[in-house]
């Protein structure tokens, strides 16, 4: 049998971004719309993300991750848009998605990622845009967080919350007794040394973990290449992080980048191999890094 082939991309940032009303730009857009207007359109680039995804559909991946942060300042405007990208990527039978902070910027518009996304969050059993959720795909059971909170001006942290986690305890005992390669699906990464970008009930979420196990976390939010070991309850468990997919190369960010994972069975166990595909200085994707991780 093939290998499933997994692919993850993360923190589109979909551009451009509309022109807000004035009233959508009190508090906490107005410190955003600033600084998307000033500094973020210059590098979160609408034809670097038409590129990748291209790339991604050239590989010809099973199923296709997209670990949030979709818009930027959650205005209404945003929403539609984001699911005809969503569209444009795959359907909901082949694309998981999962909300980031920029989805969930202000409370006024804080459960439209649910509403408007609904097909592409659900899990199996339906409920709309209720975490965790939990899709079944070949060997793979793809179990979904959100960490999608609004947050005060200057704060992008993240927060599952004790209903979140008491959901997960359950889901994760229960998928220890089925043959499958779990992975964890989350925004913001599992550790953080960044007080204003960090997720807050990181430690209990890593005591699930080490508890139950699973056999792979992605996530995004930090913009950055990354892979981060976490104990588990038969050995470290790794988490993978990836740029922004709409991003050219800027300071100590590189440019937009996916992995595609390769996953099966190997004797008692698993084997998965990462694959890091990335924008080069021409907008061409090319192939970067190839690792065994398990």
Same mark, same amino acid.
């Given at each position: 049998?093939?290998?499933?082939?997994?692919?993850?991309?993360?923190?589109?940032?979909?551009?451009?971004?509309?022109?807000?009303?004035?009233?959508?730009?009190?508090?906490?857009?107005?410190?955003?719309?600033?600084?998307?207007?000033?500094?973020?359109?210059?590098?979160?680039?609408?034809?670097?993300?038409?590129? $990748? +995804?291209?790339?991604?559909q050239a590989q010809a991946p099973d %199923?296709?991750?997209? #670990?949030?942060?979709?818009?930027? *300042? =959650? !205005?209404?405007?945003?929403?539609?848009?984001?699911?005809?990208?969503?569209?444009?990527?795959?359907?909901?039978?082949?694309?998981t998605a999962i909300p980031g902070n920029?989805?969930?910027?202000?409370?006024?518009?804080?459960?439209?990622?649910?509403?408007?996304?609904?097909?592409?969050?659900?899990?199996?059993?339906?409920?709309?845009?209720?975490?965790?959720?939990?899709?079944?795909?070949?060997?793979?059971?793809?179990?979904?967080?959100?960490?999608?909170?609004?947050?005060?001006?200057?704060?992008?942290?993240?927060?599952?919350?004790?209903?979140?986690?008491?959901?997960?305890?359950?889901?994760?005992?229960?998928?220890?007794?089925?043959?499958?390669?779990?992975?964890? $699906? +989350?925004?913001?990464?599992?550790?953080?040394?960044?007080? %204003?970008?960090?997720? #807050?009930?990181?430690?209990?979420? *890593? =005591? !699930?973990?080490?508890?139950?196990?699973?056999?792979?976390?992605?996530?995004?939010?930090?913009?950055?290449?990354?892979?981060?070991?976490?104990?588990?309850?038969?050995?470290?468990?790794?988490?993978?992080?990836?740029?922004?997919?709409?991003a050219l190369a800027h300071g100590r960010?590189?440019?937009?980048?996916?992995?595609?994972?390769?996953?099966?069975?190997?004797?008692?166990?698993?084997?998965?191999?990462?694959?890091?595909?990335?924008?080069?200085?021409?907008?061409?994707?090319?192939?970067?890094?190839?690792?065994?991780?398990?």
């Amino acid at each position: 049998m093939a290998p499933f082939k997994l692919a993850h991309l993360s923190d589109p940032h979909l551009a451009p971004l509309p022109r807000p009303r004035l009233a959508e730009l009190a508090g906490k857009r107005a410190l955003g719309y600033l600084n998307w207007t000033r500094n973020r359109h210059k590098y979160q680039r609408r034809e670097a993300l038409d590129t $990748l +995804v291209a790339d991604i559909q050239a590989q010809a991946p099973d %199923h296709i991750a997209v #670990t949030g942060d979709l818009v930027n *300042l =959650a !205005l209404e405007a945003e929403f539609a848009p984001a699911l005809a990208w969503l569209e444009g990527v795959g359907p909901p039978t082949q694309v998981t998605a999962i909300p980031g902070n920029h989805d969930a910027y202000v409370r006024a518009t804080r459960h439209r990622h649910g509403e408007v996304w609904a097909n592409y969050l659900a899990g199996d059993e339906g409920g709309g845009a209720a975490f965790p959720a939990v899709r079944r795909r070949g060997p793979v059971a793809l179990i979904s967080l959100s960490t999608a909170v609004p947050t005060l001006p200057l704060m992008a942290t993240g927060t599952l919350g004790a209903a979140q986690l008491e959901g997960l305890d359950r889901v994760l005992e229960r998928l220890a007794a089925e043959d499958r390669f779990r992975v964890l $699906l +989350v925004h913001h990464p599992l550790s953080s040394t960044s007080r %204003h970008k960090r997720l #807050t009930d990181s430690p209990a979420l *890593l =005591a !699930l973990i080490k508890r139950h196990g699973v056999e792979l976390i992605l996530h995004g939010h930090d913009h950055v290449h990354s892979t981060v070991w976490f104990e588990g309850p038969n050995g470290e468990i790794p988490a993978i992080g990836v740029p922004s997919a709409s991003a050219l190369a800027h300071g100590r960010y590189p440019a937009a980048a996916y992995n595609l994972f390769s996953i099966e069975r190997d004797n008692s166990g698993w084997r998965c191999e990462q694959t890091v595909r990335s924008l080069d200085s021409g907008l061409q994707v090319t192939q970067i890094k190839h690792t065994r991780l398990i």
